[in-house]
């Protein structure tokens, strides 16, 4: 065997020393990057649970589990849950976005920490002399702590408006979170004339986080009555009183209790479970009527202090904006006819004189000459909420063919109906089903929105128009998702059978500020409603930023000057021809 020269044992050393330090090198760099990175996700704010995750974990045998598609366990129970209503993946995750809430980013012990309304001040950016319509002006909004101190994480809820009170004019602002304790607000600029800025604090950051709590632990703080009725002895009548609520495995309407506590009401359609306690003397059978039952107020001291600074608002610049008209543009009017699937901007539109002129689509002002025209040939259903009974009311008061039926029920849960012989119109509204804050009510009268459009042929002279919101405030999101997917599939199919149906979705309002109804829940759920239907040729009628700008005292009902606009709003998507 031939020796190997000592030059050559000495390169071939100092070439395995090389490769020795190059391979500690890439070690020594790979463990600083594990350290940052562990580093760096402390840092970070940790991703949002999934709004499903609560309810579903326990679906599945083993939480670590994987199925055959790759997915971890909750993500197949996800996945099966949303193929059912044709939703993917990836249209969950944008919901995932829709509903995500910045938060504090430490554990706040003490009230002083949140966001005060007095010490929190917004400006300005960039303030000109005059402007001309059309043009953008921006506002940048600082929150402080009640010591004065910047706060530098988000999660605050605010609202902003530009207004001018002598000519009844208001346009909804853009608030954007920069997740820093600062907030972007963005006005359009859509009347020639003065304005002035107003920002209100709703609730503070950590308020927020008192309502996101109570939603996920609380959920039956808002409980419901159930009525028993049946025959006793000796012809006498049996009647019973007990507790009802949603059937649900978690956010506190676990309390109800187990096994054979209860008689639960399982829809054969929507597969949702209405549960009351089982009465002492009668059958499960012998369920009649529903009503509201009461509230559970379960705010702590510190709760109740901080849901206190609510609806407050904010020190800033009052200087009067001028507003000239623009020379390029002589009108502001929105030329396109409405039509399904029209994307709602912001702002949506403006009050002038307190007209609303919408940016949605080209609407008008109805006469009441003009709605009984467009609605002449008409099949009118209304399904949800009070809010949606006002339409219903203004409706037969402006029209004076609309002649009201008696149909001797519950005047709160309906249904009810209004009948014009002369010009082919019914007019027809029902409650949107339990859960419903109402008066005793025949529990036979209260169908679910999905099983009545389910019984509908639709066609071109049938309007079909629902909302769903306020009712639904303190339940968990995953259960107000699955509502509103059911209605997704009705509509769905109802537009297969007759596409030329047409299908109006009213969003909700403003008005609740408190812990069993506050504007944040509407807003959730409000985005969960637009995330549903975004892809479906439905119209979507904004009334969020309708309520949230105009001068008058919020209330969950809107005064007449709203309805108004909102109804000129709805003929317009109507009777598109009209216009």
């Known amino acids: 065997m031939e020796l190997e020269s000592p030059n050559k044992q000495f390169h071939r050393k100092i070439s395995c020393l090389r490769r020795f330090f190059t391979l500690l090198c890439l070690v020594v760099i790979l463990c600083f990057l594990v350290v940052w990175t562990y580093i760096g996700n402390g840092r970070k704010k940790q991703p949002q649970p999934s709004i499903l995750s609560q309810h579903f974990a326990g679906l599945s045998n083993s939480p670590n589990s994987t199925s055959p598609s790759g997915f971890s366990s909750e993500e197949s129970v996800i996945s099966s849950f949303y193929s059912e209503f044709g939703i993917l993946l990836d249209d969950y995750s944008r919901l995932q976005q829709a509903v995500y809430w910045d938060g504090p980013d430490r554990s706040i012990t003490n009230v002083s920490m949140s966001t005060s309304p007095a010490?929190?001040?917004?400006?300005?950016?960039?303030?000109?002399?005059?402007?001309?319509?059309?043009?953008?002006?921006?506002?940048?909004?600082?929150?402080?702590?009640?010591?004065?101190?910047?706060?530098?994480?988000?999660?605050?809820?605010?609202?902003?408006?530009?207004?001018?009170?002598?000519?009844?004019?208001?346009?909804?602002?853009?608030?954007?979170?920069?997740?820093?304790?600062?907030?972007?607000?963005?006005?359009?600029?859509?009347?020639?004339?003065?304005?002035?800025?107003?920002?209100r604090l709703i609730h503070s950051s950590e308020a927020v986080q008192v309502l996101k709590h109570h939603r996920d632990t609380d959920s039956d703080r808002v409980y419901f009555n159930g009525y028993y009725e049946g025959p006793g002895p000796n012809k006498t009548r049996l009647s019973e009183t007990v507790m009802c609520n949603v059937k649900w495995d978690k956010n506190g309407l676990e309390h109800m209790g187990t096994e054979n506590c209860c008689c639960d009401y399982k829809d054969p359609h929507t597969k949702e479970i209405w549960r009351c306690q089982r009465p002492k003397s009668l059958p499960c059978s012998a369920l009649v009527y529903h009503s509201m039952g009461g509230y559970r107020n379960r705010l702590t001291g510190k709760e109740k202090e901080l849901m206190k600074q609510t609806n407050k608002y904010i020190n800033g610049d009052k200087?009067?904006?001028?507003?000239?008209?623009?020379?390029?543009?002589?009108?502001?009017?929105?030329?396109?006819?409405?039509?399904?699937?029209?994307?709602?901007?912001?702002?949506?539109?403006?009050?002038?004189?307190?007209?609303?002129?919408?940016?949605?689509?080209?609407?008008?002002?109805?006469?009441?000459?003009?709605?009984?025209?467009?609605?002449?040939?008409?099949?009118?259903?209304?399904?949800?909420?009070?809010?949606?009974?006002?339409?219903?009311?203004?409706?037969?008061?402006?029209?004076?063919?609309?002649?009201?039926?008696?149909?001797?029920?519950?005047?709160?849960?309906?249904?009810?109906?209004?009948?014009?012989?002369?010009?082919?119109?019914?007019?027809?509204?029902?409650?949107?089903?339990?859960?419903?804050?109402?008066?005793?009510?025949?529990?036979?009268?209260?169908?679910?929105?999905?099983?009545?459009?389910?019984?509908?042929?639709?066609?071109?002279?049938?309007?079909?128009?629902?909302?769903?919101?306020?009712?639904?405030?303190?339940?968990?999101?995953?259960?107000?998702?699955?509502?509103?997917?059911?209605?997704?599939?009705?509509?769905?199919?109802?537009?297969?059978?007759?596409?030329?149906?047409?299908?109006?979705?009213?969003?909700?309002?403003?008005?609740?500020?408190?812990?069993?109804?506050?504007?944040?829940?509407?807003?959730?759920?409000?985005?969960?409603?637009?995330?549903?239907?975004?892809?479906?040729?439905?119209?979507?009628?904004?009334?969020?930023?309708?309520?949230?700008?105009?001068?008058?005292?919020?209330?969950?009902?809107?005064?007449?000057?709203?309805?108004?606009?909102?109804?000129?709003?709805?003929?317009?998507?109507?009777?598109?021809?009209?216009?």
């Open 319 to 579: 200087s009067i904006i001028k507003i000239f008209q623009s020379h390029g543009n002589e009108t502001v009017d929105v030329a396109e006819k409405c039509h399904p699937g029209l994307h709602t901007p912001v702002p949506a539109g403006f009050y002038l004189n307190d007209v609303w002129t919408s940016f949605v689509c080209s609407t008008r002002h109805f006469t009441t000459q003009a709605t009984t025209e467009c609605l002449k040939d008409k099949h009118i259903y209304m399904m949800g909420d009070s809010t949606m009974r006002q339409w219903f009311e203004f409706i037969v008061k402006v029209v004076p063919t609309l002649k009201q039926m008696n149909l001797h029920v519950q005047y709160q849960s309906g249904p009810l109906l209004a009948v014009d012989v002369e010009n082919n119109i019914d007019l027809h509204w029902r409650a949107h089903g339990i859960p419903l804050r109402c008066r005793k009510s025949y529990v036979a009268n209260l169908h679910y929105i999905s099983n009545e459009i389910d019984d509908l042929a639709g066609g071109p002279h049938t309007v079909i128009m629902f909302n769903l919101g306020p009712h639904f405030t303190t339940y968990p999101l995953d259960f107000y998702t699955h509502r509103v997917l059911t209605i997704r599939k009705a509509v769905l199919e109802l537009l297969q059978r007759a596409p030329d149906t047409t299908v109006i979705i009213k969003t909700v309002n403003t008005g609740y500020k408190d812990i069993f109804g506050s504007d944040w829940y509407s807003l959730q759920l409000d985005r969960i409603l637009r995330w549903a239907f975004q892809d479906v040729g439905v119209y979507i009628l904004d009334v969020w930023q309708m309520t949230a700008c105009h001068y008058s005292k919020e209330n969950i009902h809107p005064g007449p000057v709203i309805i108004k606009n909102e109804i000129d709003i709805l003929l317009s998507f109507i009777c598109p021809e009209l216009i």
């Open 119 to 199: 010490h929190t001040t917004f400006i300005i950016e960039n303030l000109k002399e005059s402007y001309q319509t059309g043009e953008e002006l921006f506002v940048t909004v600082h929150a402080r702590d009640f010591d004065g101190k910047s706060k530098i994480y988000g999660g605050d809820f605010f609202q902003a408006k530009l207004f001018w009170s002598k000519t009844k004019s208001s346009v909804f602002g853009e608030v954007v979170d920069l997740h820093n304790g600062s907030y972007s607000v963005r006005f359009l600029l859509p009347w020639a004339g003065e304005a002035q800025v107003a920002v």
